[in-house]
C-alpha cells in the first residue's frame, strides 16, 4: 500500500485473509535536475514529490495527477493522468527505471528484470507482479508562468452546446492546452442546480492563451480578467481549489473526503456524445446531493504513443475519459444500495455513447462491477470482463508475464492479473 487510495479500498481490505505490505516509510525522493530525472521511492505522495520539485526547481514538474494525499507507487502503476499528460504523457508513460522485489524476496532493476516486466509495470498494475519499491521518472520541463482559469455556467441548452462542442475540440487543442469539464451540482437557496465548469491549465503565458481560446474555442468567450497567471506548483494549488494557501499543505497525508463514501466508475469516449445526453444527465443530477461527472481530455502526447507500447491501451483515436461518482454521508447498507444503484443506472445509460467492444475502463477508478477473481484458482478466461477493459489487447501478455515472475499466483487481490503460460 503506498497511499491507501484504491476506489475499491483494495489497497486496505479483502473478504478473505490477506497480508497489506505498508509502504508509508519507503518516501525519499531524489531528484537529479542535470537529467531531469528523480528516483521516488513507492510510499511518498503526489504532494510530497511536487512540494520536493518546486523547492528545487522553477522550471521542473512531473506529469502526474493533481490530488496530493495519492500515494506515487499505485498511481504510476495504473497510469497516471494530469494537467500536463497531453503535453508530456501519463504519469507511466515517464518511468525510466524501477526497483521490485520480487516473489522470492529479490530486488531487481529495469535491467535485471528484462523489459517484459518493466513493461507491465508502467501502467499494467504493478502490485500483480511484486512490490515497486521506487521508480525514476522522466521530470518535464515547464515554463516559469503558466496560466489558469475556470468558467462556470448552469447546465441548459446552451451549456450543452458549449459541451457539445468541446468534445469535439479538447483532445485536438495545442498540446500545452488543457481544458476539462467537470459537472456537479450545488444547494443555491432550496433549490438544486446542476453547472458545468470548464477548468484549465496552460503552459505559457495569457498573451498567447487568448488569441489560441478566440481561434479553437470562441464559443467560451474567455477574456484576459478570466485568467491568472502563476507558477506550475501554484497551478496544482489552483485545481485544488486552494489557490494562495501555503504549499505546505501538499504534505498533508491526511486530505481526503471527510467522513464520506463513494462509489465511481469510468468510460472512454470515441465520438462527440449527443446534446440530448446532457439533458438527461441533468436531470439524474438532480436525484442526488453530490454526483460528479468528470471529462479529462485526451490526445497530444497520449494518441502519438501506441497502445501496445505500454500495457495503458486508451491512445488514438479517443476523445476523453469520463470518471463518474457519486458520495453519501450515512454509513449504512441501504444508503449504500441506493447511491450504487444510481450510478449504475447512469453507466447503464451512457452504453451507446461510449467505447465499445470492450468497453473501456480506467484501472486507477476501479471498479469491481466489471468483475472480480475467485482467488487463486481464477482462469484467465475469468479475468478477461475487467482485464479487456483496463488493458485492451495487452491483457495476454500481462497474463504471461505474471506467468513467468509469480507463476503461483502470490502477488493478488481481487483484479489482479491471473498468470497466463
Same mark, same amino acid.
Given at each position: 500500500m503506498s497511499g491507501g487510495h484504491d476506489y475499491?479500498?483494495? %489497497?486496505?481490505?479483502?473478504? %478473505?485473509?490477506?497480508?497489506?505490505?505498508? @509502504?508509508?516509510?519507503?518516501?525519499?525522493?531524489?531528484?537529479?535536475?542535470?537529467?531531469?530525472?528523480?528516483?521516488?521511492?513507492?510510499?511518498?505522495? *503526489?504532494?510530497? @514529490?511536487?512540494?520536493?520539485?518546486?523547492?528545487?526547481?522553477?522550471? /521542473?514538474?512531473? +506529469?502526474?495527477?493533481? #490530488?496530493? +494525499?495519492?500515494?506515487?507507487?499505485?498511481?504510476?502503476?495504473?497510469?497516471?493522468?494530469?494537467?500536463?499528460?497531453?503535453?508530456?504523457? =501519463?504519469?507511466?508513460d515517464n518511468v525510466v527505471d524501477a526497483r521490485l522485489m520480487d516473489v522470492n524476496g529479490k530486488t531487481l532493476d529495469r535491467k535485471t528484470m528484462g523489459e517484459d516486466l518493466f513493461w507491465a509495470l508502467r501502467g499494467g498494475g504493478a502490485a500483480s507482479f511484486g512490490v515497486v519499491l521506487s521508480w525514476k521518472v522522466k521530470l518535464a520541463r515547464v515554463p516559469e508562468k503558466v496560466t489558469c482559469f475556470i468558467s462556470q455556467h448552469p447546465m441548459g441548452p446552451s451549456m450543452n452546446k458549449l459541451v457539445h462542442r468541446w468534445q469535439s475540440i479538447g483532445s485536438e487543442l495545442d498540446e500545452d492546452l488543457f481544458v476539462r469539464v467537470i459537472i456537479d451540482n450545488s444547494l443555491e437557496g432550496n433549490q438544486r442546480r446542476v453547472k458545468s465548469t470548464f477548468q484549465t491549465l496552460f503552459l505559457g503565458g495569457i498573451d498567447r492563451l487568448i488569441p489560441l481560446m478566440n481561434q479553437k474555442f470562441?464559443?467560451?468567450? =474567455?477574456?484576459?480578467?478570466? #485568467?491568472?497567471?502563476? %507558477?506550475?506548483?501554484?497551478?496544482?494549488?489552483?485545481?485544488?481549489?486552494?489557490?494562495?494557501?501555503? =504549499?505546505?499543505? *501538499? =504534505?498533508?497525508?491526511?486530505?481526503?473526503?471527510?467522513?464520506q463514501y463513494f462509489k465511481a466508475k469510468s468510460d472512454y469516449?470515441?465520438?462527440?456524445?449527443?446534446?440530448?445526453?446532457?439533458?438527461?444527465?441533468t436531470k439524474r443530477f438532480l436525484e442526488q446531493d453530490t454526483p460528479l461527472m468528470i471529462f479529462e481530455p485526451l490526445g497530444g502526447k497520449i494518441s502519438k504513443i501506441s497502445e501496445t507500447e505500454s500495457p495503458y491501451p486508451h491512445r488514438r483515436g479517443n476523445l476523453y475519459n469520463?470518471?463518474?461518482?457519486? &458520495?453519501?454521508?450515512?454509513?449504512?447498507?441501504?444508503?449504500?444500495?441506493? /447511491?450504487?444503484?444510481?450510478?449504475?443506472?447512469? /453507466?447503464?445509460?451512457?452504453?451507446?455513447?461510449? %467505447?465499445?467492444?470492450?468497453?473501456?475502463?480506467?484501472?486507477?477508478?476501479?471498479?469491481?462491477?466489471?468483475?472480480?477473481?475467485?482467488?487463486?484458482?481464477?482462469?484467465?478466461?475469468?479475468?478477461?470482463?475487467?482485464?479487456?477493459?483496463?488493458?485492451?489487447?495487452?491483457?495476454?501478455?500481462?497474463? @504471461?508475464? &505474471?506467468?513467468?515472475?509469480?507463476?503461483?499466483?502470490f502477488f493478488r487481490n481481487e483484479q489482479s492479473i491471473p498468470p497466463l503460460f
Open positions: 475499491e479500498g483494495l %489497497s486496505y481490505l479483502s473478504q %478473505s485473509p490477506f497480508i497489506i505490505v505498508d @509502504l508509508v516509510n519507503l518516501r525519499s525522493i531524489n531528484l537529479n535536475l542535470t537529467d531531469d530525472t528523480a528516483w521516488i521511492q513507492s510510499g511518498a505522495t *503526489l504532494g510530497e @514529490l511536487y512540494y520536493k520539485i518546486a523547492k528545487t526547481s522553477k522550471i /521542473h514538474a512531473f +506529469s502526474a495527477g493533481i #490530488c496530493p +494525499s495519492v500515494g506515487v507507487g499505485g498511481h504510476i502503476s495504473g497510469g497516471g493522468f494530469g494537467t500536463i499528460m497531453r503535453k508530456h504523457g =501519463l504519469a507511466s470562441p464559443e467560451l468567450g =474567455l477574456r484576459s480578467q478570466d #485568467c491568472s497567471e502563476m %507558477s506550475w506548483i501554484e497551478s496544482i494549488m489552483f485545481f485544488n481549489w486552494r489557490s494562495g494557501q501555503p =504549499l505546505e499543505i *501538499l =504534505l498533508n497525508r491526511d486530505l481526503r473526503f471527510e467522513d469516449v470515441q465520438k462527440p456524445v449527443p446534446e440530448n445526453v446532457f439533458e438527461e444527465v469520463i470518471q463518474y461518482m457519486v &458520495k453519501w454521508k450515512v454509513n449504512e447498507v441501504e444508503e449504500m444500495n441506493k /447511491h450504487v444503484r444510481w450510478m449504475r443506472s447512469l /453507466h447503464d445509460y451512457m452504453t451507446p455513447y461510449v %467505447s465499445k467492444s470492450p468497453r473501456g475502463a480506467y484501472l486507477n477508478y476501479r471498479d469491481l462491477d466489471l468483475g472480480t477473481t475467485k482467488g487463486i484458482n481464477t482462469s484467465f478466461e475469468d479475468a478477461r470482463k475487467w482485464g479487456e477493459a483496463y488493458f485492451k489487447g495487452n491483457f495476454k501478455r500481462l497474463g @504471461l508475464v &505474471k506467468g513467468k515472475i509469480d507463476p503461483t499466483n
